[in-house]
């Protein structure tokens, strides 16, 4: 697959601050892939993410050295208001990610589109088309201010994805949900991988990491300390040096090798646990 | 949970509602400024009597009136105490209180300065109250107002009743804490600090956070002329209104400028 | 220290009922969670163990004491509660001014504030940002300030609203030992909580809520037995559960040496009959 995204030496140090909050990072994401970006806190996951969207240098101060290329330009000749159509972004507090200045949802959802000047025609096209994706379609004639904290973050979500980007940015964006909310979060970002969406998706529940990830980007530090494939960082890596959990599924199948039980494949996911738990007990 | 709408706007579908946004604000100026030029303490209150008319058209007459008595009483208090017995102009003396003298001139400006006052913050409720946020912001771009002002505007409008649910979550977390809210004005006036600090700390975070996701709407585009979802026509009648309104002041002035100088 | 709930009732002045009835006795120091849907009343219920909301009907006594006869302020030297989000509580210009304000509120002999303070920095591992201003701490080490704010105070009942939210694994594991030190020292610990990995592994008893009653309160093991009735409460047992459950052993298993030892056992047992 084509790399759409390539990253090159990137270190970021915020002006408050006398440590770099990332330090040298490279990795290329390929298009239509999910990636995923874990690590403990402070080890510059959010640092990445706002570098990535060009809030970095943009809005937040401080040193940036290296280069962020999507479709091999170089973002940093860009203006905020040319990236928001490449690539998007959508974080943690869904009540901060509401414009304040429109009282619906569907005029929520045209905010960004009116200031990149999108003709009304094409406006109400997308919004619909948007609405029907992320599942409120019910609400479009609501106050944001009225619906729940699931409810606002796919508003937060359609928002950004309204704007057409082919890469969305997704940094801790369940984790102040309730796990319904979260798991409709997630069903929707498949989807839009479906759709031909790169994903780049920060989390800390390594369950659903190693469910959704066909990479995974280990931070540590401020530093990469690896990148590869979900089976084989989830499986391989000695993640108790990065302070990250090992998902539950994945530990089940290295016990259950152990003691010579299972000898396949590292297990991603639940339904893979369950097989081979019973294939021990079945046959 | 109990569910607070969280915006000052209440769609109730009445005849101020349906005017143009603009009209509405055309109407604050107009009316706000002919209460302070024209030179008559009862001028203020006559408007304020239309005002309540008004919101009565509006559906929210008994908010309106709860708002005015709310706002106006604490004023008119503070302002009789500084004004009555404390304005330099003070010639004529209606009360003799031995270490201090209640003057004429004094109540009459307290008068005009409420009366002014009500009529801008009255009209001003009534706006905000029966606008829907959108249209607001389409009319605003209609007529130029495009981009940081009228955002400005808008935010701060939609951001207070926000504010207002924090500030009982954070006086609920104080009182967790050992801390009395309520009781004597000594006790409240202790807790002042306690609460306003985490309002002021919290909407730190949010207006960083805010901004960021205004950057990565496009908020910050230049060179562009933005479109707008909502559509803000002006109707017919919003223009009668807004040219009576402007009839009204040049009345009001042309007025305001004979009874001052004597002219007649 | 026991709660006794009594028929507790909660009607918003908007009109919706949120409690329908709660009555169950919370007692000794096994830690409680509390589970449910978002809106199934789980804040509300808390609310009202320190008097922050007032029943609408029935009655909360604290040691026999009834929740309506004191104050909120009058009641945290009792019970503390930890709001879900620190920027919610914290003002002041440092960590350990922060500790100190609770204690001073509820007239604190000065050396019990001292020796309180060391302690909750020190289980909140605070002890090297004490000078620190909260506001420069991350939001995380927020959350922990805001805790050791409510431990400083030495309440006997220390409520927590979904404390591991956007922790990581250090962070989860801070907070476990957290809530192990307070049970030893014979603090009641409350809390609100989706993170039912947290859930599993660090409390005995879970109540789970549901539209505004309670669906299931018991022994976690009870609890989780119980799949079916758990799923009208939209509640998904931990994964390791999940998984054992699905294998088809029917006690069951919060960890994941747990089930792999029962699969062992299980299999040692077909394999000799």
């Known amino acids: 697959m084509d790399s759409i995204l390539k990253v090159e030496g990137l270190s970021f140090k915020y002006s408050n601050s006398k440590e770099y909050a990332i330090r040298d990072i490279s990795f290329e994401a390929k298009q239509g892939e999910i990636l995923c970006v874990v690590g403990a806190n402070g080890s510059g996951k959010s640092t990445i993410c706002n570098a990535l969207v060009g809030l970095i240098p943009h809005y937040i101060d401080g040193e940036r050295e290296g280069t962020v290329k999507i479709f091999n330009e170089n973002t940093a000749g860009l203006k905020m208001g040319e990236l928001v159509t490449k690539i998007g972004l959508v974080f943690q507090n869904p009540f901060n990610q509401l414009s304040y200045t429109t009282s619906t949802v569907e005029q929520e959802l045209a905010y960004g589109l009116g200031n990149i000047g999108v003709p009304r025609d094409e406006m109400v096209l997308r919004i619909q088309k948007i609405a029907k994706r992320m599942r409120i379609d019910k609400f479009l004639h609501k106050n944001p201010l009225e619906l729940s904290g699931g409810q606002v973050q796919r508003v937060a979500l359609g928002s950004s994805i309204v704007m057409d980007p082919d890469i969305i940015v997704l940094d801790e964006c369940t984790s102040q949900l309730d796990p319904m909310g979260s798991e409709e979060i997630f069903d929707i970002i498949k989807d839009l991988n479906q759709d031909g969406k790169t994903i780049i998706l920060v989390d800390h529940d390594m369950e659903k990491v190693a469910r959704i990830a066909d990479r995974v980007m280990v931070l540590h530090e401020g530093e990469l300390a690896a990148i590869d494939t979900t089976k084989n960082i989830f499986g391989n890596l000695a993640m108790e040096n990065y302070a990250i959990a090992v998902p539950d599924f994945t530990q089940i199948g290295l016990s259950l090798q152990d003691n010579h039980l299972y000898n396949g494949e590292p297990i991603m996911n639940e339904q893979e646990a369950i097989a081979a738990a019973k294939k021990v007990l079945y046959s | 949970m109990a569910k607070k709408s969280g915006t000052f706007y209440e769609p109730l579908d009445s005849p101020i509602e349906r005017l143009d946004p603009i009209t509405k604000f055309v109407a604050i100026f107009a009316l706000g400024l002919s209460s302070v030029v024209f030179p008559s303490v009862f001028i203020g209150y006559v408007i304020l009597l239309g005002l309540f008319f008004v919101a009565y058209k509006a559906k929210i007459l008994k908010k309106f009136a709860k708002f005015i008595i709310g706002f106006a009483i604490p004023i008119m208090v503070m302002l009789f105490f500084i004004q009555g017995f404390y304005n330099p102009d003070n010639v004529t003396i209606i009360a003799d209180l031995g270490f201090a003298q209640l003057g004429l001139e004094g109540i009459l400006k307290m008068l005009n300065i409420v009366g002014s006052l009500l009529v801008f913050l009255g009209s001003f409720y009534i706006t905000t109250k029966t606008t829907d946020t959108g249209r607001m912001v389409a009319s605003f771009q209609r007529v130029g107002i495009t981009g940081k002002a009228g955002y400005l505007i808008l935010a701060t409008l939609n951001v207070i009743p926000q504010m207002q649910k924090k500030v009982s979550v954070i006086q609920e977390a104080q009182n967790s804490r050992g801390l009395e809210t309520s009781g004597s004005l000594k006790t409240r006036l202790k807790a002042i600090v306690p609460l306003i600090g985490p309002l002021i700390m919290g909407s730190l975070i949010d207006v960083q956070e805010r901004g960021m996701t205004l950057e990565v709407r496009g908020f910050g585009m230049k060179g562009i002329k933005q479109t707008n979802f909502v559509q803000a026509e002006e109707a017919p009648v919003d223009k009668k209104i807004k040219r009576l309104f402007l009839i009204y002041f040049l009345l009001i002035i042309v007025a305001s400028i004979i009874i001052r100088f004597n002219l007649i | ?273």
């Open chain 3, 1 to 273: 220290m026991k709660i006794e709930i009594k028929d507790l009732i909660h009607t918003y002045p908007t009109g919706d009922t949120a409690l329908k009835g709660i009555s169950t006795i919370i007692e000794g120091t096994e830690p409680v969670a509390i589970i449910g849907q978002n809106g199934s009343g789980k804040t509300t219920f808390v609310k009202h163990l320190n008097g922050i909301l007032q029943p609408t009907g029935g009655d909360i006594l604290i040691n026999g004491e009834s929740i309506k006869d004191k104050t909120t302020a009058q009641w945290s030297k009792q019970v503390g509660y930890v709001f879900q989000n620190p920027d919610d509580q914290l003002f002041l210009n440092t960590v350990k001014n922060e500790l100190e304000f609770g204690p001073k509120r509820i007239n604190m002999p000065a050396e019990e504030v001292d020796r309180n303070i060391a302690y909750a920095a020190e289980l909140c591992k605070l002890q090297d940002s004490l000078e620190v201003h909260p506001f420069d701490l991350r939001q995380t080490e927020k959350k922990f300030c805001a805790i050791a704010s409510i431990i400083a105070m030495d309440p006997d009942v220390i409520i927590f609203d979904e404390p591991t939210m956007g922790q990581d694994v250090e962070g989860s594991e801070r907070l476990a030992n957290i809530i192990d030190d307070l049970r030893n020292r014979g603090k009641l610990c409350i809390t609100i909580s989706h993170d039912m990995k947290f859930v599993v592994k660090e409390f005995s008893r879970i109540i789970v809520l549901c539209e505004g009653e309670i669906l299931l309160d018991g022994d976690k093991y009870e609890v989780l037995s119980q799949p079916e009735i758990l799923k009208k409460s939209f509640v998904t047992p931990p994964p390791v559960t999940r998984v054992s459950q699905q294998a088809g052993i029917q006690k069951p298993i919060f960890t994941v040496d747990a089930l792999v030892h029962e699969i062992m056992k299980t299999r040692k047992k077909e394999l000799s009959s």
